[in-house]
């Protein structure tokens, strides 16, 4: 159960966008569609951004986008903001019925 | 509205038990799998357990199997997280979280504020 692969650190401009990418294995992200994306902020519990690769819950901001591509899943923030600051973690079914999370990327906005 | 509240955690020595509680509000508890996830101070997010809405299913991290037992009580609309035998590595603030469906998706829509369990002779 090793930890998906993320960049530690992804960096941006107010407006721009962004892609923070989460690579795994064909017995985790690449095997399955159960692919999630959490943001977390200092202090703070972490939140549901992305479900199912590429789904959205209500209330999170379509500026949040997801992907798949093989055993590599990406997050996409457009349109950057200062409040998209946070550190943001991939999560991942694998084939042990388990779950695995990335090793987590520090979005900064420049 | 929904809500998670942590308690248990706390102080104690390596080689000493420590039961978790989860207690949860404003959702029917018995129609969803609920989680714990941990994190370690400064570190990132480490999945922990789950368990199915009915309680027939539980699954567990590696670092965890055989000294952790997830349950719940549906009665009680309450999570639990039984730890033996810890050690220093588990020191971490415990979230429970629940799952978006029955089913264990791993897709946590709802989380609690954390208790912290430190391991520390």
Same mark, same amino acid.
């Given at each position: 159960?090793?930890?998906?692969?993320?960049?530690?650190?992804?960096?941006?401009?107010? $407006?721009?966008?962004?892609?923070?990418?989460?690579?795994? !294995?064909? #017995?985790?992200?690449?095997?399955? +569609?159960?692919?999630?994306? %959490?943001?977390?902020?200092?202090?703070?519990?972490?939140?549901?951004?992305?479900?199912?690769?590429?789904?959205?819950?209500?209330?999170?901001?379509?500026?949040?986008? $997801?992907?798949?591509?093989?055993?590599?899943?990406?997050? !996409?923030? #457009?349109?950057?903001?200062?409040? +998209?600051?946070?550190?943001? %973690?991939?999560?991942?079914?694998?084939?042990?019925?388990?779950?695995?999370?990335?090793?987590?990327?520090?979005?900064?906005?420049? | 509205?929904?809500?998670?509240?942590?308690?248990?955690?706390?102080?104690?020595?390596?080689?000493?038990?420590?039961?978790?509680?989860?207690?949860?509000?404003?959702?029917?508890?018995?129609?969803?799998?609920?989680?714990?996830?941990?994190?370690?101070?400064?570190?990132?997010?480490?999945?922990?357990?789950?368990?199915?809405?009915?309680?027939?299913?539980?699954?567990?991290?590696?670092?965890?199997?055989?000294?952790?037992?997830?349950?719940?009580?549906?009665?009680?609309?309450?999570?639990?997280?039984?730890?033996?035998?810890?050690?220093?590595?588990?020191?971490?603030?415990?979230?429970?979280?629940?799952?978006?469906?029955?089913?264990?998706?791993?897709?946590?829509?709802?989380?609690?504020?954390?208790?912290?369990?430190?391991?520390?002779?």
């Amino acid at each position: 159960q090793s930890a998906l692969t993320q960049p530690a650190s992804v960096s941006g401009s107010p $407006g721009q966008s962004i892609t923070v990418s989460c690579t795994g !294995t064909s #017995s985790d992200v690449g095997g399955y +569609d159960y692919v999630s994306w %959490y943001q977390q902020h200092p202090g703070k519990a972490p939140k549901l951004m992305i479900y199912d690769v590429s789904k959205r819950p209500s209330g999170v901001s379509d500026r949040f986008s $997801g992907s798949k591509s093989g055993n590599t899943a990406s997050l !996409t923030i #457009s349109g950057l903001q200062a409040e +998209d600051e946070a550190v943001y %973690y991939c999560n991942s079914f694998t084939s042990s019925s388990t779950f695995v999370f990335g090793t987590g990327t520090k979005v900064t906005v420049l | 509205q929904v809500q998670l509240v942590e308690s248990g955690g706390g102080v104690v020595q390596p080689g000493w038990s420590l039961r978790l509680s989860c207690a949860a509000s404003g959702f029917t508890f018995r129609s969803y799998a609920m989680h714990w996830v941990r994190q370690a101070p400064g570190k990132g997010l480490e999945w922990v357990a789950v368990i199915s809405y009915d309680g027939s299913n539980k699954y567990y991290a590696d670092s965890v199997k055989g000294r952790f037992t997830i349950s719940r009580d549906s009665s009680k609309s309450t999570l639990y997280l039984q730890m033996n035998t810890l050690r220093a590595e588990d020191t971490a603030i415990y979230y429970c979280a629940r799952d978006l469906m029955s089913y264990t998706s791993g897709w946590c829509d709802y989380w609690g504020q954390g208790t912290l369990v430190t391991v520390s002779s």
